[in-house]
């Protein structure tokens, strides 16, 4: 059963903000929200990763609703080198051999 | 600087002959994972290895094992390649803690199989 849902393909602008969704609607309590990216023909990259707050590094930020059944990746100045699939991952605390990928968001970013 | 290291980049097999696929980190990570990731398809996790422990997925086929020498080498034998076989395949690494584990992946082998 998947655990995350998130829409199979989306557009932005070069320059422009890109707000990817990710519903994890069953998500439990000890689970973290990750997200990973591939770009073509290489292995996927750690982007960010939360628990219930709001984070932000120098790659992205990640909304959590404060229910915790969704949320949102923000990449604040989409580039075209930030075309990639995206991939939303929940997974628990001690979350290691579980990193299971869903079918993921293509994310194609225009000039 | 590469830190999860995958060797070889391509790599061509016959029909049922015996392939074997590298990886080798400089994290001193203690779990080394294997997925298969087919042509326009998400990462399918194989299994992986805590320190010398291994776990392998309830759906990973027989014909696919793996062996972790030491810490820093892994190894994915495929003992009799089908044509369904063909796909990338990742090695990544993660610490091993209970928060804020991550993953590490390499570059991935695409493997042909003729």
């Known amino acids: 059963d998947a655990k995350t849902t998130q829409p199979p393909s989306m557009d932005c602008a070069e320059g422009r903000a890109a707000n990817l969704p990710c519903n994890h609607s069953?998500?439990?309590?000890?689970?973290?929200v990750y997200w990973y990216r591939q770009i073509h023909s290489q292995g996927p990259q750690y982007i960010i990763h939360g628990l219930k707050n709001n984070e932000t590094n120098e790659m992205a930020s990640l909304i959590i609703t404060e229910d915790r059944k969704s949320s949102t990746l923000i990449l604040p100045h989409a580039t075209l080198r930030d075309t990639a699939v995206y991939y939303c991952?929940?997974?628990?605390?001690?979350?290691?051999?579980?990193?299971?990928f869903g079918a993921g968001t293509q994310v194609v970013v225009t000039p | 600087d590469a830190m999860v290291i995958q060797n070889p980049r391509y790599q061509v097999t016959q029909f049922g002959k015996p392939v074997t696929l590298s990886c080798s980190q400089t994290?001193?990570?203690?779990?080394m994972y294997w997925y298969q990731q087919k042509s326009s398809q998400a990462p399918k996790l194989l299994f992986h290895?805590?320190?010398?422990?291994?776990?392998n997925e309830a759906d990973t086929p027989d014909n696919f094992q793996s062996r972790r020498p030491n810490t820093s080498f892994c190894f994915l034998d495929i003992r009799s390649p089908g044509l369904g076989d063909a796909a990338m395949y990742l090695c990544?690494?993660?610490?091993?803690?209970?928060?804020?584990?991550?993953?590490?992946f390499g570059s991935g082998t695409q493997l042909s199989v003729l």
């Open positions: 994290l001193n990570h203690n779990v």
């Open positions: 069953t998500i439990s309590g000890n689970e973290y």
């Open positions: 990544a690494t993660s610490i091993g803690q209970t928060t804020n584990e991550k993953l590490f």
């Open positions: 290895y805590y320190d010398k422990d291994f776990n």
């Open positions: 991952i929940v997974a628990e605390t001690d979350s290691w051999g579980k990193f299971q």
